[in-house]
């Protein structure tokens, strides 16, 4: 799959989510040796910082291009924006499923789910709302039920979910989120902030082995990369952009 997605979106990104059952541990070597061990894979990852409830490890931002990770209460998050290659974002989030166990003490049994995802942000000071409804519903039985000669469109933010496997453990789900207010809509001012895309790929825990984190990765990178490339970016993405960029206002 091409991966020079800034001629199709503001902002493009890879995450990563391991959701756990149990509480992660705190203590101060469990985290920091971990920390240590993803910089000498990552030198760019220099910035520690804590949070409510969280503590990360970030780059720098250079021109829009940065990665990071979090680790919360029962959950490892990581993600590279406007990566250079899937490769580079790749090889974050496959690092961190090889150390997080050991360093972690996490168990496979211990998994919720992994989920990857690719996310694509198109600004837009428009009613986005409106964009979504005629980029992606216009003329179906939903798009009926508002008259938009009369009416404003308040929310219209699409969600599927839909099986990859018979078991329904390895799933897929495409959400649209457009960030428009009520507000906005009756000033007619809009910011201009993102409407999102997000194509995930998850599959389900338990697990049954620690080499299956690895092979879970590639499994999930090969459907979330074929779903982007045959149905969410054709059928999703290309017509919000469209519908931007033909808008009159």
């Not at 971990?34 to 894979?41: A, G, P, S, T, V």
């Amino acid at each position: 799959m091409p991966t020079n997605h800034g001629a199709l979106c503001t902002d493009f990104y890879v995450n990563q989510k391991i959701a756990l059952k149990m509480d992660l541990p705190t203590a101060r070597e469990s985290v920091l040796d971990m920390f240590d061990r993803i910089r000498r894979e990552l030198p760019t990852m220099q910035c520690f910082k804590r949070y409510d409830e969280e503590y990360a490890l970030e780059s720098v931002m250079r021109d829009a291009n940065y990665c990071w990770m979090a680790l919360r209460k029962t959950s490892i998050r990581s993600g590279w924006v406007n990566p250079g290659s899937l490769s580079d974002a790749y090889k974050l989030h496959r690092v961190i499923l090889d150390v997080a166990p050991y360093y972690l003490s996490i168990s496979p049994i211990d998994v919720e789910y992994i989920e990857l995802v690719f996310g694509f942000d198109i600004q837009a000071g428009l009613n986005r709302n409106e964009i979504v409804l005629n980029a992606l519903l216009a003329n179906s039985p939903l798009a009926a039920l508002i008259d938009t000669e009369r009416e404003a469109v308040l929310d219209a933010q699409p969600f599927l979910g839909f099986s990859l496997s018979h078991r329904c453990d390895l799933q897929a789900f495409v959400e649209v989120k457009t960030r428009t207010t009520p507000s906005e809509v009756a000033s007619g001012n809009y910011e201009d902030e993102p409407i999102s895309i997000y194509l995930t790929a998850r599959r389900q825990g338990p697990l049954t082995s620690i080499e299956e984190f690895k092979e879970t990765f590639g499994m999930l990178a090969g459907h979330v990369e074929r779903l982007a490339e045959e149905r969410v970016i054709p059928h999703v993405v290309l017509p919000i952009r469209e519908a931007i960029m033909s808008h009159p206002g």
